[in-house]
């Protein structure tokens, strides 16, 4: 996408940032904005996972927009 | 023609010193925690003497990190594993299987689940490179087996990138991620060998590659074909199974003595098949809660909506189920959990 011109980011979990920094940089993008958010999902109810998608809003726009990096 | 740069594996000059040399490896992680042979100019080019594959050929580029996986560098990691250079060929083979997308080497490579690639020879390459199909064929002691196993790995891992903790984001792992590797004993199969099932002549070689969770013995002396259908049927529901979640592609070793049960039993292959398919359903309410929704997530499209009450089938078709035999004497066969998301591949081995 972002080769394509358009915004894009990718939201990684902590345990799988390292994997995300190294597939962005194996496919060429060392760059490509990765939003963090807390591991693990798997365990957390829908209300849980919603509170943590609005927590991390602002660092998803601020990556998007790119005041943020 | 000169390669571009890229696609040359690097050489270094190192002291000609064993633990020198093992030292710079494990340094670098360019093993997989074992001692390597060192890949010398002279040894790679032996190998390279066994392919019709011009040295720089880029067989596919290798997920997660898409390293090209070029014909040296393939030879280069044989080496290091400790391959004999007639091995080379099943190693070319096997590269090009698993940068199929139905393997979902991607999936296979990063995922927190502990997924070995397994090799499976057939055809008479299996007997010329003296690939072990009896007696402890996935355990140790054949020198081809373990080290075509271990030169996948090492490829995963160098050309591919997958070290654990960084790309490799496996949970625990298992010891079939070190060396997987057998060939069918064909000779004790009742039954058309694997790569002929799949569309090959008996009379060629071919390597199947396999995304294989872990193995599970199976010991039963029964001697009643529908009774060794029943008992292994149930070995396959488990709860906490890919396989049920994500409709799998399990895979059974049957041992020659089970295979001449089955035969004695009149069962065909596609018998056997069909009569696990349909006695290892599983009631959707054995899985987790979570996992009830990871199954209807990933299988409503396949069976419709799921309720607690539905029978899940292990695989979305019967034919899904892969059988080979293989082992020698003896009153066991192994079952080998797929990963799920995954379907094995077969490559022709170049003669």
């Known amino acids: ?69 | 023609m000169n390669a571009p740069e890229i696609d040359r594996a690097a050489t270094l000059e190192c002291a000609d010193d064993l633990e020198a040399i093992n030292r710079l490896y494990r340094e670098r992680k360019w093993s997989d925690g074992l001692p390597i042979v060192p890949p010398t100019p002279e040894r790679v080019e032996r190998m390279l003497a066994h392919t019709k594959r011009a040295r720089y050929d880029v067989v596919t580029h290798v997920a997660p990190a898409y390293g090209a996986a070029t014909v040296e560098r393939i030879a280069v990691n044989a080496v290091m594993a400790g391959c004999d250079p007639g091995y080379l060929r099943v190693l070319i083979a096997a590269t090009e299987a698993i940068a199929d997308p139905a393997f979902n080497l991607q999936g296979i490579q990063a995922t927190t689940n502990p997924v070995a690639v397994w090799l499976v020879v057939n055809g008479p390459a299996a007997t010329s490179l003296n690939v072990n199909a009896a007696f402890n064929c996935i355990g140790q002691g054949a020198w081809a087996n373990a080290t075509l196993g271990r030169a996948m790995r090492l490829i995963l891992q160098n050309i591919g990138g997958a070290l654990p903790g960084e790309m490799d984001r496996a949970t625990q792992g298992q010891p079939g991620k070190f060396s997987f590797c057998c060939a069918e004993n064909e000779d004790a199969s009742p039954w058309e060998p694997l790569h002929v099932e799949r569309g090959f002549r008996r009379d060629e070689s071919t390597v199947t590659v396999v995304g294989a969770e872990g193995t599970l013995n199976m010991n039963t002396h029964s001697k009643d074909a529908m009774e060794l259908v029943r008992v292994m049927a149930e070995t396959l529901i488990h709860p906490p199974s890919n396989e049920y979640v994500h409709g799998g592609e399990p895979w059974l070793i049957i041992g020659p003595e089970h295979a001449e049960v089955f035969k004695r039993g009149g069962l065909t292959k596609d018998d056997v098949k069909r009569h696990l398919w349909e006695q290892s359903k599983m009631a959707a309410s054995q899985l987790s809660t979570k996992e009830l929704q990871r199954a209807r997530d990933s299988r409503t499209e396949e069976l419709g909506e799921i309720e607690a009450g539905t029978l899940l089938p292990i695989s979305p078709t019967a034919d899904e189920i892969m059988l080979i035999v293989a082992g020698g004497p003896g009153t066991h066969s192994t079952y080998v959990p797929c990963f799920g998301n995954s379907r094995a591949v077969t490559r022709p081995i170049e003669i």
């Open chain 1, 1 to 69: 996408m972002a080769k394509r011109g358009k915004a894009a980011l990718t939201v990684c979990s902590t345990a799988f940032v390292t994997l995300g920094r190294a597939q962005a940089r194996a496919l060429g993008d060392a760059s490509l904005p990765i939003a963090v958010v807390p591991h693990p999902f798997g365990l957390r109810s829908r209300d849980e996972i919603r509170e943590i998608a609005s927590a991390c809003v602002d660092e998803v726009a601020g990556l998007v927009t790119g005041t943020q990096r």
